[in-house]
Every structure is written in structure tokens, then in C-alpha cells.
């Protein structure tokens, strides 16, 4: 397989099926996430991440928000470890950093927790329940970067 990907900013419009597919397969069918929780509206207007194989398969994805909130995280389970979801995650403040958007915050499911924290997200929220599975709110260090 090799860990070899490319990642790109898109848009809803043209790669929503894409897009949706990578996320209906982590959230709906592996997290029994229910559909009408999955698709919140938000994602005609967010900037998207989709990473990419060597052979231009989708392989993981994450939305941005306007606000500085980076969502939705998605990265299919043979390439889970192999570092995208990091390298997702790190272009996503890449783009807020260079926008001057602050703060950048996340929702993380609990078992996330310590990943985002090898970035620099901290703890901000007493864990809360979203779509059956406990979260906490996290925002990335003011005194750190990826």
C-alpha cells in the first residue's frame, strides 16, 4: 500500500459524492453515526480536505468551517496510523494560520483525544454527548502550531 498521499483543498460541490462516501463509510456504517446527524447543512459552504493515494483513490477528508473549526475527520481504516489524519490536520491549521482565523477548535470523540494532543489541541470542555458517543470541544494551543 505505501504511505504515500497527496492532499487537497475542494469544494462540496464537486466532490461531494467522494466526500460523502469516505464519511458515510467512518461515521455512518462504522460509527452507526444516523445519517440525518451526519449531514448537518454545513458542508455546501465549508472548504474540504480530501486526501488522496498514489494511485488518486480517496483515502481521508475533513471540512473546515469559516470560523476556525475543523470537523468531520475522516480517514478510512487500511491508511489509519499511516500519518494522514496528522498530515489533514496540519494543512487544516496550515489554512487557518494563513487566514488569520483564531481560535482553531475541533469536537473529538474521547479515543482522539491524545492525537490531537501530540498536535497541540488542548482539553476546553467537560466531555458532552454527540451522535451517542462522548466529545470534548478542543482548540490548539495559542503558543503552539503544527
Avoid at 5 to 23: G, N
Avoid at 41 to 65: F, M, S, V, Y
Wanted: glycine share 8%; with cysteine.
Amino acid at each position: 500500500m505505501g504511505n504515500h498521499y497527496d492532499i487537497q483543498k475542494v469544494s462540496w460541490y464537486t466532490h461531494e459524492a467522494i466526500l460523502s462516501a469516505i464519511r458515510e463509510q467512518v461515521f455512518i456504517v462504522e460509527q452507526h453515526v444516523p445519517v440525518t446527524l451526519e449531514l448537518d447543512g454545513l458542508d455546501q459552504t465549508a472548504l474540504h480536505l480530501l486526501a488522496l493515494n498514489n494511485k488518486g483513490e480517496p483515502i481521508g477528508c475533513t471540512r473546515l468551517l469559516g470560523d476556525g473549526s475543523i470537523g468531520r475527520m475522516a480517514v478510512l481504516k487500511p491508511w489509519r496510523g499511516l500519518g494522514v489524519g496528522k498530515a489533514l490536520l496540519q494543512m487544516a491549521v496550515l489554512h487557518y494560520q494563513q487566514q488569520s482565523i483564531q481560535p482553531i477548535t475541533l469536537s473529538a470523540q474521547m479515543h482522539a483525544i491524545p492525537f490531537y494532543q501530540k498536535t497541540g489541541f488542548e482539553v476546553c470542555s467537560e466531555p458532552y454527548l454527540d451522535a451517542g458517543m462522548f466529545h470534548v470541544d478542543m482548540q490548539l494551543g495559542q503558543h503552539l502550531s503544527i
